[in-house]
């Protein structure tokens, strides 16, 4: 079986895999970051987004193998030690969450919608950006409201990161 | 935190999110074990056919296989099949007719996703790999998907034991009145109305994870459940893979429910059942097409629905008959679906004087139907605003007047269907909601839109629903297997912290925080300081479950139950502690105090001394300060309220947009107004789903083609407003808390709001669920010429 090797928040990870190991099931299975959630077998549902060398992608749709040499952050890797990401907070504070199985993807992918089109968003963009997501429970309604103040949190404490082109 | 910031009413921001938030939420499918390996299920892929042999040499040789199971060995081993557990008798006197539903098919598959073997392996890519190589050879039938062709003669029968595929054939009401009512009727309204048939989909799908201790000779299953001890009851009592003693059920974090995650699963039975057959742990976790295919899908009636009225707009009388497709086999609660829970309901928030019901449930090569969020209420809420709509356009009356003109005013009120609500204020929820969505302002905004070519329509409902289930004695005589209670148990630790058992399960709720807002409010102690247990059958004793917004109505009830007794055995302790009589402790804040003296003593030091046995003689005081309770309801709640949509269809397109929402619900007392409100938006967003979106479709052979998120329409973020929610309150009567009960509102009241605005928008009632671009660009046209002509 190949060797793959990536930095996953922060730390050198390496295994040995099948090579149709998926990005999710090394991140899950071999390094036990239980965190990124499997919602469906189609690319649809975004419960596995994690970000590959800065940009949201859906683990469920990467070999591990194409990730080697790769950086990846996971839900587990946001927030710095103790201290919460603004966006993390923000779902809290906005009750962004309910059963909690789709937040760590909509986490990931709402920190990438900053990155990209900064902190200053508006409900239509945050809708239009977060369609790659489902929740089943919230509606959206709150959701929507914790990226909003989410993105002006990040903003404020200037953390946001332009994504590599 | 202050008490008071954290006590009953207030928005309290949830003690559960900080593992959630940072990916340390432990879900069901996240928990290994030493030494485990996995399950797969291969499913039939025809919807009706008979087994005619399974080869399994070459899959059992491949690589990583561990064993190859089959309904033969199951049965071998006498292990029971799954139950339904409420008995319907139709009109006849004859008991339901129900087929066995073995955990896994012997002789026959009966809808494609019928589990046919598992492959235990060591990965579930060599497990995928084995299944592939099993080589069944199936006998094909020919199958039927839709129930009232299933009913016809001739058609394919599902099980021997239901001729015509009739499982019963069910009445409620009185009949010769409804039909007296509607001779001497003015205005009669009649309506042909498809409630589609959904897929629940919670984002985590189901999964088990199974470990037989050799040891001790018991089982542990982890498993995706909302109600652990209920499954813990089906396993033993009526599968008999166990005695309760040694079957631990563990209910983890769980991704969300909405009522397929009541049931008892073949899935369940087989993992435990082999974990012993292997004696190592077995891990099963579904795909999503698997999910779509196997969870119980929810609603699927077809109903002929008729309302009698007078001249002056007055409702007279309701008649239905309702066709409701069971599926391939009876579900675990699917009976109560279409009768108890459906019929009840449908005098709505009217003052209606007969009505009359009556259901065919009928067996189909289709996944069985279950409860799903409102489960059978969604369905009577559509049928009779629906009809109300419909009459107030035929009658000439504006909808909101009609309604009022039909409203019950005095409480208590029997229906003609059995309810009898206890309390409520219809005119003060739909007067609200009317001032929120400006619907005096609606003609304008109407004729605004027209001018840029759009069609807008405004939509009412105005529904109620029978919560808080449910009264043993009522459920009792009428079928249900089981009493409808909710258990807790308060335990106050020495050092003055409470956790508090409670055989609820939250599975996105928020138990772990409204929960605690109560204990902290009654103990008068912060709320850091209390722990809620929820979800393990070895924690918690004797549990129901969540489904059917009972939590709050039965089981906090239970918990204040337990409160109650605490709070007594506590004053005997202040008591003793303070030396005075029992008699004249007052209890208030967190302090026990002698009444008119400035001695007190806190909670803290009561807890403490309760087990400072040699302080006290325990022969006259019994140690310890833990108190459990069971609490039976004296009367289901009935939540109620008014959502009106407001939405704009394009006529070149279909297109729909909904571009106001307004909910007004009464809940009665609210224990935490942020996380009733978001309750209702995803009850919201599940409706208009319904109504827009979700639609099940089956092919003439009984292939599900809306097997995936590709061709199954989730409601989307873009799809969705904002919602503007408010609530009114009329606390209840018939629980200690006042609460009625918030979870499902939102999924019952909107398909009929969605439905009404967008018959009101392009003129005529025949919109389908969902209502696709495509449908509603037929009625458009359908309308033309009658456009054409104004």
Known sequence: MPTVSMIVNGREASANVDPRTLLVQFLREKLRLTGTHIGCDTSQCGACVVHLDGKAVKSCTVLALTANGSVVTTIEGLANGDQLHPMQEAFREHHGLQCGFCTPGMIMSAVDIVNRRGGDLDEKTIREDLEGNICRCTGYHNIVKAVEAGARAMAAKGEIRQAAE | ?790
């Open chain 2, 1 to 790: 935190m202050a008490v008071k910031e954290s006590g009953i009413g207030a928005s309290v921001r949830r003690r559960e999110d900080f593992r959630f938030i940072t990916g340390r939420g432990q879900y069901t499918d996240d928990i290994s074990r030493p030494g485990q390996v996995v399950a797969y299920f291969l499913r039939s892929p025809y919807a009706h056919a008979t087994i005619k042999s399974i080869d399994m040499a070459a899959a059992k040789k491949m690589p990583g296989v561990v064993e190859i199971f089959t309904g033969e060995d199951i049965a071998a081993d006498k292990v029971g099949g799954l139950i339904c557990g409420w008995m319907i008798h139709s009109q006849d006197g004859t008991p339901m007719k129900a087929g066995p539903h073995p955990a896994l098919a012997v002789g026959k598959v009966r809808y494609v996703g019928d589990h046919v073997a598992v492959v235990v392996a060591e990965t579930l890519a060599e497990a995928r790999d084995a299944a592939e190589a099993i080589n069944v050879d199936y006998g094909v039938l020919p199958a039927v998907t839709d129930p009232a062709k299933a009913l016809g003669s001739g058609a394919p029968e599902v099980h021997a034991e239901a001729p015509d595929n009739r499982i019963f054939n069910w009445h409620l009401g009185d009949k010769a009145a409804t039909d007296a009512a509607f001779a001497g009727a003015k205005h009669v309204v009649t309506l042909d109305i498809v409630n589609n048939r959904l897929v629940p989909n919670p984002m985590e799908a189901r999964a088990a994870v199974a470990e037989y201790d050799a040891g001790t000779e018991g089982f542990t299953l982890w498993t995706t459940s909302q109600n652990p001890h209920v499954i813990r009851l089906i396993l033993s009592a009526f599968v008999g893979l166990a005695p309760e003693h040694k079957l631990r059920v563990i209910a983890p974090d769980v991704g969300g429910g909405f009522g397929s995650k009541i049931f008892c699963y073949a899935e369940e039975v087989v993992c435990v059942w082999a974990s012993k057959k292997i004696r190592r742990p077995i891990k099963w976790a579904s795909d999503r097409t698997e999910a779509f295919l196997s969870d119980a899908h929810g609603r699927d009636h077809a109903t002929k629905a008729e309302l009698a009225v007078d001249a002056g707009g007055r409702i007279l009388a309701l008649r239905a008959h309702t066709i409701a497709n069971i599926g391939a086999y009876m579900s675990t609660f699917s009976s109560s679906v279409p009768t108890y829970l459906y019929a009840t309901l449908l005098s709505g928030q009217y003052a209606i004087p007969a009505i009359s019901c009556t259901v065919d449930a009928v067996y189909t090569n289709t996944t069985p139907v279950d409860a799903y969020r409102g489960a059978g209420r969604p369905e009577a809420t559509f049928v009779v605003e629906r009809l109300v709509e419909v009459a107030a356009r035929q009658v000439g009356l504006d909808p909101a007047e009609f309604r009022r003109r039909n409203f019950i005013r005095q409480f208590p009120h029997q229906t003609p269907v059995i309810m009898n609500y206890d309390i409520g204020d219809y005119e003060a929820s739909l007067k609200k909601a009317m001032e929120i969505a400006d619907t005096a302002g609606f003609p304008k905004r109407k004729a605004e839109a027209a001018r840029r070519g759009k069609l807008r329509g405004l939509g009412y409902s105005a529904y109620i629903e029978a919560c808080g289930i449910a009264p043993s004695q009522a459920v009792g005589s009428l079928g249900a297997g089981v009493g409808l209670w909710e258990s807790a148990e308060v335990r106050v630790n020495p050092v003055g912290t409470v956790e508090v058992l409670t055989g609820s399960h939250s599975h996105g709720q928020g138990h772990e925080t409204t929960f605690a807002q109560l204990v902290a409010d009654r103990l008068g102690i912060p709320i850091e300081n209390v722990s809620i247990v929820h979800g393990d059958t070895d924690k918690v004793q004797f549990g129901m479950g969540t489904y059917g917004s009972r939590s709050g109505a039965v089981g906090m009830s239970a918990i204040a139950k337990a409160l109650d007794k605490v709070e007594a055995k506590a004053k005997k302790v202040a008591a003793h502690v303070l030396e005075a009589a029992e008699g004249d402790i007052e209890f208030k804040d967190g302090k026990f105090t002698v009444s008119g003296t400035d001695k007190s003593v806190d909670f803290g030091t009561v807890a403490l001394n309760a087990y400072i046995a040699h302080k006290f003689n325990p022969q006259e005081l019994e140690p310890g300060l833990k108190e459990g309770a069971f609490y039976d309801p004296q009367n289901f709640t009935f939540p109620a309220g008014c959502h009106i949509c407001e939405i704009e269809v394009d006529p070149e397109t279909g297109q729909s947009e909904i571009v106001k929402w307004t909910a007004v619900d009464d809940f009665g007392v609210l224990i935490n107004p942020m996380i009733v409100h978001g309750q209702v938006h995803g009850g919201i967003a599940q409706g208009v789903g319904q109504a827009l979106f979700e639609g099940t479709r089956y092919d003439e052979s009984g292939q599900l083609l809306t097997a995936s998120f590709n061709d199954y329409a989730m409601p989307r973020s873009s799809d969705l407003p904002s919602f503007a929610v408010d609530t009114t309150e009329t606390k209840c009567p018939s629980n200690p808390l006042g609460i009625k009960g918030c979870g499902e509102a939102g999924a019952i009241a909107s398909p009929a709001a969605v439905i009404n605005a967008l018959t009101d928008a392009v003129g005529h009632e025949n919109v389908p669920m969902p209502a696709s671009a495509h449908a509603l660009w037929r009625a458009v046209q359908a309308m033309k010429p009658a456009r054409a002509a104004e």
